[in-house]
């Protein structure tokens, strides 16, 4: 006999302050749930059903989180009835919540069923002889995890003050709740994942995981498909497991003796010739269906994992000048990363559903992306997230779940709790062939080396969990994939973001410096593999009016103020306003405080697109002596001021978006200064050659072309390769601050990529008044001036449908998007050589 009940929907749910109000034995009788019951719908965050029941306010708006603290204060106790058959209470039973945030103590039927404290992993409870056969009770007691952490000591891990009230390394939950740069403290709390019983009189398969090992020619793949048994009884009992691969119809038996207990049984399929999965622009995103089922006890289980076949490797082979290459490489081709790092999307993180998932992986997709890094300090990634990756062929790196402080691990059972999530995470992961590369952890390693005094203690308490604990689960239950011990990470005894070597986390143009941030540094940044660093901007004004109430809708208004990145705040020299402030005056020459407030948004947010391509657009052209270009951050986790993202909370597209898929796309050009030549490369990140034809040269601001050059061009598959070049005496006789170089790739008279270089900052440039004519032609709608244009803008709000926008027009030259007719010719919004500059 077998059965299942879930036991989602209305539950009652109290709080208090803790110690005899909250004890689950309160909650025992039938009259207790009118008067100190409310409704509570589950799963959902407690913030939520607070929300919902009128508690609390939108903590996503104004001020209205900070309101919401005292949740984070309470204990919580659930309760709910059910019913079960009489079969139910004679068997074997498990109670399963498949996510509780933390601290949890579970009762049925007044009888302790245990104790779980992570969020990273389900929690499961034998149950078995607590059940009776009718009406059970269940209780839940829930906490944040801050009141078992408050007596544990803190403030040798970290000094961050949110760290020593919410006791942050200790808690085994997603980091960014306790409170992070562009995140506020909200520590979630409730019944976040389904809950549903089970029960069996025979085995259980409890789960599977798959992955696929290929030969080193890729000429065979060995598919390897593990099932964790759960044995029920006292005595072993016979089964058959059974594993089919859907698209070819290979199919193998196992027949098994599963013991009382959790066994693994494994089944191995060699599959010839496979059809490889490779990443967007490499190759198709071929997937493979697993058919598992377990047959014992006169009973069939089965489960379905999809999976792909690819070869990861690390290349760390030396650097022909110094160091190290740090290159990626799948099925035996580099791949240049180009992406964002992935936050959760969401305060209330378990709110993020499957299209939200896609949505997101779509725009990233359609951004040029082919990586993403997942963060260190949130949650393992969904299964929604990591499939739309698969299908897309978005490469995942993928942190585990440790971020900025040290960590406990002298401490035996906050080792063993480690354990157990990463180990639950390397096999119910395993079998997406996005995801790239496990690494360790965020910044621990920097941290070590340089956050903290050499006689601090305890000195790296956490070390052996990710020099020892981590590869060694992973080497017994993943080895399809590589591990990296920290990011930023570099070998041979170098200082950890050593930019020759392994990979880099470049700060210091965004954090390290007074007065804004110069990204004209990037320039000559020639780090192996960089995947953090990013460039602080205004967020859309429709996103703005979303969650500032219009009576704070200025800058420095409590509720700005509160959703502000720290970082924008913060300066080196006392009396300015603070980075993302001083970041305007640097390349505007003008004063925030007297710029009216959409006008400020438009600035900063057009400056964050000028910053974020520097960034790219120097590592792409050093393909494969820098081998990405991962900036930080894709996704917001709420409505933010200025934020690092590319797209908002709300979805909107921020005006760096279109910038940024532009410096990703698959064939473009670069034009850089160095060593007194202006060079034109080109870089190809696809499979195929591609030919066309290379302008280049000077153009004036006022009009014209004091240099113009035209030749053929070849750019090799998968390269960047120097294309032209040009004295740089030649452009400072024309004088940089009235002309600038530039750079066009067009295949057929079709322009296939831009790209131009300032050697002056835009409030130094002598901009002309343009006449700008707009047409509608063959389904497209052109633009065309008689002088230079910076950053025509169709939209700020980042809300319509659009091909393009915040994009530049060079002097006489067509610069052509996909338009439907039916829309008309739109009005341009902004330019920014006209409304971001020094009037």
């Known amino acids: 006999m077998s059965g299942s009940l879930i036991l989602n929907g209305t539950w009652g749910l109290t709080w208090a302050e803790g110690g005899f109000q909250a004890q689950p034995g309160h909650f025992l009788g039938e009259s207790v749930k009118a008067p100190r019951m409310m409704e509570a719908r589950v799963p959902a965050p407690i913030h939520r059903i607070l929300m919902e029941a009128g508690l609390i306010e939108d903590i996503h708006i104004g001020l209205n989180s900070l309101k919401a603290r005292w949740v984070e204060e309470m204990v919580w106790v659930y309760r709910h009835t059910f019913t079960v058959p009489d079969e139910a209470a004679s068997s074997h039973a498990w109670l399963i919540f498949d996510k509780l945030e933390l601290d949890a103590l579970v009762s049925l039927n007044g009888r302790p069923a245990g104790r779980h404290a992570s969020a990273h992993r389900p929690a499961m409870f034998d149950v078995t002889g607590s ?19 408050s007596d544990k000591p803190v403030g040798i891990y970290s000094a961050a003050e949110t760290d020593l009230l919410t006791g942050r390394p200790w808690l085994r939950k997603p980091q960014y709740q306790c409170g992070w740069d562009w995140n506020p403290r909200l520590v979630n709390v409730g019944i976040l994942g389904d809950v549903r019983l089970e029960w069996r009189d025979s085995p259980r398969l409890a789960h599977a995981a798959v992955f696929a090992v290929p030969s080193d020619d890729l000429s065979l793949a060995v598919l390897t498909i593990r099932a964790f048994v759960e044995g029920v009884g006292e005595e072993p009992v016979e089964g058959l497991l059974r594993a089919r691969i859907e698209e070819t119809g290979e199919e193998q038996t196992l027949p098994i003796r599963i013991a009382p207990g959790e066994s693994r049984h494994e089944i191995r399929i060699e599959l010839e010739n496979p059809r490889l999965w490779w990443p967007i622009h490499q190759g198709e995103q071929n997937l493979y269906h697993i058919q598992i089922s377990l047959e014992a006890g006169g009973e069939a289980q089965r489960l379905t994992r999809r999976t792909g076949v690819r070869k990861v490797e690390i290349d760390q082979s030396p650097h022909p000048e110094e160091g190290r290459y740090f290159i990626i490489r799948v099925n035996d081709r580099p791949v240049f990363c180009k992406g964002g790092n992935w936050v959760p999307a969401d305060l209330l993180y378990s709110e993020v559903g499957p299209e939200r998932y896609r949505d997101l992986v779509s725009l990233a997709q359609e951004a040029n992306f082919n990586t993403l890094r997942i963060w260190g300090g949130g949650l393992f990634a969904d299964h929604a997230l990591l499939d739309a990756c698969d299908e897309m062929g978005l490469l995942v790196w993928h942190d585990f779940l440790f971020a900025c402080s040290k960590y406990p691990g002298q401490d035996a059972e906050f080792v063993e709790e480690v354990r157990r999530e990463v180990i639950f995470a390397a096999r119910d992961l395993a079998h997406h062939p996005s995801l790239a590369v496990w690494c360790g952890n965020n910044e621990i390693e920097w941290g070590d080396a340089e956050w903290y005094p050499p006689t601090d203690t305890p000195y790296r308490p956490h070390h052996a969990i990710f020099s020892l604990e981590i590869p060694r689960i992973l080497a017994r239950e993943d080895p399809s994939r590589p591990y990296w011990f920290s990011s930023p990470h570099s070998p041979d005894y170098r200082a950890p973001n050593d930019p020759l070597a392994g990979d880099q986390h470049p700060w210091s143009v965004s954090l390290a410096l007074p007065g804004g941030a110069d990204w004209w540094r990037y320039r000559a940044f020639v780090d192996r593999f960089p995947n953090e660093g990013g460039v602080l901007g205004a967020t859309s004004p429709a996103t703005l009016r979303q969650f500032i109430p219009p009576q704070e809708r200025y800058l420095f208004s409590p509720s700005w103020n509160h959703h502000d990145n720290p970082f924008a705040c913060m300066d080196h020299t006392p009396g300015e306003l603070g980075h993302a402030y001083e970041t305007v005056r640097l390349w505007t020459g003008r004063d925030p405080l007297a710029m009216g407030w959409e006008s400020y948004l438009f600035a900063s947010a057009i400056l964050q697109a000028e910053g974020l391509q520097e960034y790219i657009h120097n590592y792409r052209r050093r393909m494969f002596s820098s081998a990405s270009a991962i900036f930080w951050m894709y996704n917001d986790s709420w409505p933010v001021t200025h934020g690092w993202t590319i797209v908002d909370y709300y979805l909107r597209k921020k005006l760096a978006y279109h910038p940024v898929r532009r410096a990703f796309q698959p064939v473009t050009v670069v034009v850089a200064e160095e060593a007194g030549k202006v060079t034109a490369f080109g870089v190809n990140d696809t499979v195929e050659e591609w030919q066309g034809d290379l302008r280049f040269g000077l153009f004036a601001l006022t009009g014209g072309f004091p240099l113009d050059r035209s030749l053929p061009v070849r750019l090799p598959a998968n390269s960047a390769v120097p294309l032209a070049s040009f004295d740089r005496a030649l452009w400072e006789s024309e004088g940089p601050t009235r002309t600038g170089a530039f750079a066009l790739l067009t295949r057929d008279g079709a322009s296939a990529a831009c790209h131009r270089l300032f050697l002056e900052r835009f409030k130094d440039l002598a901009f002309a008044a343009p006449e700008i004519e707009m047409s509608l032609e063959d389904g497209c709608l052109s633009f065309l001036s008689d002088a230079f244009v910076w950053g025509v803008c169709l939209d700020v709000d ?6 393009d926008n915040c ?26 050589s006209r409304d971001a500059v020094r009037p």
């Open 807 to 832: 994009f530049d027009l060079l002097p006489s030259m067509p610069y052509r998007i996909p338009w439907h007719p039916d829309r008309g010719i739109p009005p341009i919004l902004r330019i920014g």
């Open 131 to 149: 059940l009776r056969p009718g009406k059970n009770l269940l209780t839940v007691r829930l906490a944040t995890g801050m009141h078992g952490a």
């Open 798 to 803: 980042g809300e319509m449908p659009l091909a």
